[in-house]
């Protein structure tokens, strides 16, 4: 391999400019991009996406993010840039199991308002979210490089890069290359994969009756329905079935698959109109075994893929990104250098331990509720109800839903309450 040039050398490369990876890219920029040590941080991304125009309808790839993720952003100068028009605030969440009619007194109700907290998170479009963050790491003073990462070399001291751009070099290489990472392959970080052989039929609707500001989930006997409010007044459909009954809802017409959106959602919200085409996504989960080696780092679905059922995917990768960021900021800070292993497993230890509750409480979500009919899952539908009836119960979930139990990054922790309620 021939000698990489200055340009092409780099204290931190981030492979990957989703939403994790630039939000991680914007905290490091932020924290350590200027001064007499600077770090030099670069991104590759392939694929940027363009501004999106003020009048430009929304999207129906979205996120529920919560206040955690909302303090993140904050901290990386994303959050701002995300103009209020196209976030969409929820108060309040309401599950409920087939069983039960729609606005059953039994069916589980969060509000903000038992938390006194104006609201339990946004709604955003994905693709929002991901130029918010890169345009935020930019304007700090880093490099977006337009292109993929090939494959990687590990040296003592440092990372041999091959990338559509040529040959770079790193002190650190950050793993963000989404759920088929290339890094974690090429640095030989083994994965548990596992395909839930089910579909997520996603798109936008507009509902006969107002949403509320609600985020409405119905466990149905063979998956999950939700309603994500949008700030328009429209709702973002989830609809997560097995994979032989998706095929032929996506294949339906219109008419008739607005007709089974209407009897799946018990007419919660009325008649159902699209508004997009349906999208469909397959549904499996991740676990890389270690989300880091010498000098490389895994961050969000990279390191871990979840269930879309709890809306946690985008969520526990910011903390990722805020995490490895605060481990490598206290390193450089004290002349450490930011790829050494022990940098590294300070990050792995602190977000595996958080992760590995998460996750299979998700997929428990998914086995007991959205899924299956015996005893167990007759018992988790009655734990709802028992949730349901306690006010201390329900506060210690929402702050579960905020994001905000754990071990938090101080980027996560901080930031000024929510100012859009
Ligand atoms: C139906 C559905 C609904 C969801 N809803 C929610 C929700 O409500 N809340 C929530 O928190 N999460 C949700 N999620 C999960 C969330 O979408 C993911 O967790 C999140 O997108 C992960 O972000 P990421 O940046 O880690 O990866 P990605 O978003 O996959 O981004 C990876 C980036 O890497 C780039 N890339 C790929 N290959 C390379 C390469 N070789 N070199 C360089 N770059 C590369 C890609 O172009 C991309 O920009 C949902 C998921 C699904 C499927």
């Known amino acids: 391999m021939s000698a990489a040039n200055a340009a ?23 924290a350590l991009g200027t001064g007499r040590r600077a770090l030099k941080i670069a991104v590759l991304e392939p694929n940027r996406p363009k501004p999106i125009e003020s009048e430009a309808p929304l999207d129906a790839r979205v996120s529920a993010l919560s206040r955690a993720s909302e303090h993140i952003l904050r901290a990386a100068g994303a ?13 309040r969440m309401v599950v409920w199991p087939e069983r039960l009619p729609a606005r059953s007194r039994d069916a589980l109700t969060f509000d903000a308002a038992y ?50 751009a040529g040959t770079l070099t790193c002190a650190l290489i950050i793993g963000a290359d989404g759920a088929r990472s290339r890094v974690r392959e090429s640095a030989g970080l083994h994965s548990h994969a596992r395909s839930y052989r089910q579909t997520a039929i996603v798109a936008n609707v507009l509902t006969a009756l107002p949403h509320e500001s609600t985020a409405w989930q119905r466990f ?19 609809w997560s079935v097995d994979e032989s009954l998706a095929a032929p809802l996506l294949a339906m017409p219109q008419e008739e698959f607005e007709k089974e959106l ?18 469909a996504l397959p549904l499996g989960r991740l676990t890389a075994e270690r989300f880091t080696v010498n000098r490389c780092a895994l961050i969000g679905d990279a390191a871990h893929v979840v269930h879309p059922l709890a809306g946690q995917g985008v969520n526990l990768g910011l903390l990722d990104a805020a995490a490895l ?29 958080e992760i590995a509750p998460m996750a ?16 167990l899952s007759r018992l988790a539908q009655r734990g709802l109800t028992w949730v349901n009836r306690s006010d201390e119960v329900k506060r210690f979930f929402i702050h579960h839903a905020l994001g905000l139990s754990g071990e938090l990054p101080a980027a996560a922790r901080v930031g000024a309450r929510s100012d859009r309620a």
């Open 360 to 375: 299979l409480a998700i997929d428990g979500f998914n086995r007991f509720l959205a899924h299956g009919a015996g005893p």
């Open 220 to 238: 149905l006997g063979a998956g999950t329905l939700a309603f994500l409010p949008l700030a328009d007044g429209s709702s973002s459909i989830v």
């Open 79 to 91: 959050w701002d840039l995300m103009p209020h028009a196209r976030l969409g605030s929820f108060e």
């Open 8 to 30: 092409h050398r780099w204290d931190v490369l981030i492979a990957g400019g989703g939403p994790v990876g630039a939000c991680a890219a914007a905290l490091l920029q932020r």
């Open 115 to 164: 938390a006194g907290e104006p609201n339990l998170g946004y709604i955003a479009e994905n693709r929002l979210v991901q130029w918010a963050t890169l345009e935020a790491f930019e304007s700090a003073g880093g490099t977006v490089i337009a292109g993929g990462f090939s494959r990687l070399r590990i040296e003592d001291e440092r990372v041999e890069i091959e990338a559509g």
């Open 325 to 353: 960021a605060e481990c490598i900021g206290d390193a450089c800070r004290v002349g450490e250098d930011p790829g050494a292993p022990g940098v590294l497993r300070r990050y792995e230890r602190w977000r595996k331990s």
């Open 262 to 279: 209407l009897r799946a959602s018990d007419g919660v919200l009325g008649a159902v109109t699209l508004r997009t085409d349906r999208a």
